[in-house]
C-alpha cells in the first residue's frame, strides 16, 4: 500500500469518515445524551485540534513562517466564507415549516462543508510525512466523534434507526477522504505550496476550535473541567505526535 | 549585561506594561462589554502563542519531562484556583455585590501573573533572545488583561490612579517568579524541560479556564476567534523571524 501514497491519503482520510460513525454508539444504549458528556466530548476534540494545529504549525515554519502564517489566514478565511454561506442558509431554512427535517438536513449540509477543510488538513499532513499525517487523522478522527455524536443527538430523537444516525454521520464526513487525494497531490506536485498548505489546516482546525467547539464545550459543561480535559488532551496529542 | 539583570529587566517590563492597560477606560469609565472579550482575546491569542513557543522549544530536549512538567503546571493552577475558593470564579463581572469580590479579581491577576513568571524565566533560559521575545509578548498581554482588571475594580470605587499601581502591583510575582525559575534552571539545566512543559500547561489552562469562557459572553464568537488567532500568528510569526 505504501507504493501507492494517493491510496494511503484515501484511506487514512476515510478512516476518520467511518470514525464519525462512531458517534452513533452511545445511542444504541440510550436515547439521549447528558450535554455535559457532549460539552466533554467537544473538549476532548478541542485539545486533540490545537495539538494537532501546533504539529501544523511547527512543521510550516520549518519551510517558511510567513507562508504558514499566510496559509492560517486563507485556512481562517475559508471557514469564515463557508459560515457566511451557511448562515443564509439557515435563514431559509428556519422560514420553512417542518423543523425537524430542516434541523436534520441543515445538520448534515453544515457538517458535511465542514469536513472539506477536514480533508484538506488530512491531505497537507501526508506532505509533511508519515508521522504528521498519522498524527493529523487520529486528531481529526477523534473530533469526528462528537460531530457523529451531534448528528446522532439530532436524528435519533426523531425516531431514526442508531443504524442510519451512524450512516448520515459517516455521510456528513464522506468529503474528507474526497478532498485529501487532491489536496496531497497538490502539495506534492508544488513543494513551495507545503508550508502554505500546511497553515491553511492549522488555521482552520483552530478557528473551529475557537469559533464553534470551545463556546460549545463551555455551553454544556463547566468551564474547570472543560479546561483540564482540553489541556490534557493537547498535551497527549503533541507527546503522541512527538512519539510516531 | 548579566544575565539576571536581563531577567530583572524584561519582566519589569513586563509588569510595568499592566499599567497602559488603564489607557481605554481613561475617557470611558464603562468600555462597552464587547472591548472587555477583545481584550480577553488578544490577551488569550498571545499566550496560546507563547505557549507554542515554549513548546516548540521543549520538544528539542526530552519530550516526556515537558510532559510531565505540563501536567504539573495544569495540576497547580487548578490547585491553587481550588485552594483560594476561585476556580468557578468569573473576572470580568461589573455588577456583582459581593463585597470579597474585587481582592478574588485581584488574587486571581495576581496567581495568573506569578505562573507567566515562570514562562518569562524558562524561556530566558532556554536563550536570552527567545526568553526577551517570550518577555515583550506577555508584556504586550498585559495590557489587554489589565484592562479588563481595572475596568472591574474601578466599577468597585478604586479610582483610576490605584487601579493602575494595582495592576503593575498584581504583575509582582511575575518578575519574583521569573528571575527564581531562571536562577533554579540554570543552577539545574535537568529541570529545563520540566520548567518549559510547566509554563506550557500553566498557561494554556489559564487560557482556557480564566480567559476565553468570559469572552465568548462580551462578543460575538467569530470575532473572538479572529482576535484570538491572529495574536496567535504574530507570535509565531514574531518567532519564526528571531529563530
Known amino acids: 500500500m505504501t507504493s501507492h501514497p494517493v491510496l494511503l491519503v484515501f484511506v487514512y482520510a476515510l478512516i476518520t469518515a467511518v470514525a464519525t460513525g462512531l458517534g452513533a454508539v452511545p445511542f444504541a444504549f440510550m436515547r439521549r445524551l447528558s450535554p455535559e458528556l457532549i460539552g466533554w466530548a467537544n473538549a476532548v476534540a478541542s485539545g486533540l485540534m490545537i495539538g494537532a494545529s501546533f504539529g501544523l504549525v511547527a512543521e510550516g515554519t520549518g519551510y517558511g513562517s510567513l507562508q504558514t502564517v499566510g496559509g492560517g489566514l486563507l485556512g481562517v478565511l475559508f471557514i469564515l466564507l463557508t459560515q457566511r454561506l451557511l448562515g443564509e442558509h439557515e435563514l431559509e431554512f428556519g422560514g420553512m415549516s417542518g423543523a425537524n427535517a430542516r434541523q436534520m438536513l441543515l445538520m448534515l449540509i453544515v457538517m458535511t462543508v465542514h469536513s472539506f477543510s477536514e480533508g484538506v488538513a488530512v491531505g497537507v499532513a501526508f506532505g509533511g510525512g508519515m508521522a504528521l499525517a498519522t498524527a493529523i487523522t487520529v486528531a481529526i478522527a477523534v473530533h469526528n466523534i462528537p460531530e457523529g455524536l451531534a448528528i446522532s443527538a439530532v436524528m435519533r430523537p426523531q425516531g431514526v434507526s442508531v443504524l442510519k444516525c451512524a450512516g448520515w454521520s459517516v455521510f456528513s464526513s464522506l468529503p474528507q477522504p474526497i478532498m485529501a487525494v487532491p489536496a496531497y497531490m497538490f502539495v506534492e506536485a508544488v513543494r513551495p505550496a507545503l508550508p502554505w498548505g500546511l497553515g491553511f489546516a492549522a488555521g482552520a482546525m483552530l478557528f473551529m476550535v475557537l469559533v464553534e467547539l470551545l463556546p460549545e464545550a463551555y455551553g454544556r459543561s463547566g468551564k474547570p473541567s472543560v479546561a483540564v480535559i482540553a489541556t490534557l488532551s493537547l498535551i497527549g496529542m503533541v507527546l503522541f505526535q512527538h512519539f510516531l | ?243
Open chain 2, 1 to 243: 549585561m548579566d544575565p539576571v539583570l536581563i531577567v530583572l529587566l524584561y519582566s519589569s517590563i513586563a509588569a510595568f506594561a499592566a499599567a497602559l492597560g488603564v489607557l481605554p477606560i481613561v475617557g470611558r469609565p464603562s468600555p462597552p462589554l464587547r472591548w472587555m472579550g477583545w481584550a480577553n482575546a488578544l490577551a488569550s491569542g498571545l499566550m496560546l502563542g507563547v505557549a507554542y513557543s515554549l513548546m516548540v522549544a521543549g520538544l528539542e530536549g526530552r519530550p516526556l519531562h515537558v510532559g510531565g512538567g505540563a501536567l504539573l503546571g495544569v495540576l497547580v493552577v487548578w490547585a491553587t484556583h481550588a485552594l483560594t475558593g476561585t476556580a468557578d470564579l468569573d473576572l470580568n463581572r461589573l455588577d456583582e455585590g459581593r463585597p470579597e469580590y474585587g481582592y478574588q479579581v485581584i488574587l486571581v491577576n495576581m496567581l495568573h501573573a506569578a505562573h507567566e513568571g515562570v514562562a518569562i524565566g524558562v524561556a530566558m533560559a532556554v536563550s536570552m533572545s527567545f526568553g526577551i521575545l517570550m518577555a515583550l509578548s506577555l508584556a504586550v498581554h498585559n495590557i489587554p488583561e489589565a484592562t479588563v482588571m481595572t475596568t472591574v475594580i474601578s466599577r468597585r470605587g478604586i479610582g483610576l490612579r490605584n487601579a493602575t499601581v494595582l495592576a503593575i502591583v498584581a504583575n509582582g510575582l511575575q518578575v519574583l517568579n521569573a528571575i527564581v525559575t531562571f536562577a533554579i534552571v540554570v543552577a539545574a539545566p535537568v529541570l529545563l524541560p520540566w520548567a518549559l512543559g510547566f509554563a506550557v500547561g500553566a498557561l494554556v489552562y489559564l487560557v482556557l479556564v480564566e480567559l476565553l469562557p468570559e469572552s465568548y459572553r462580551q462578543a460575538g464568537h467569530t470575532s473572538i476567534a479572529l482576535v484570538t488567532i491572529a495574536a496567535m500568528g504574530v507570535v509565531v510569526l514574531l518567532q519564526g523571524r528571531a529563530g
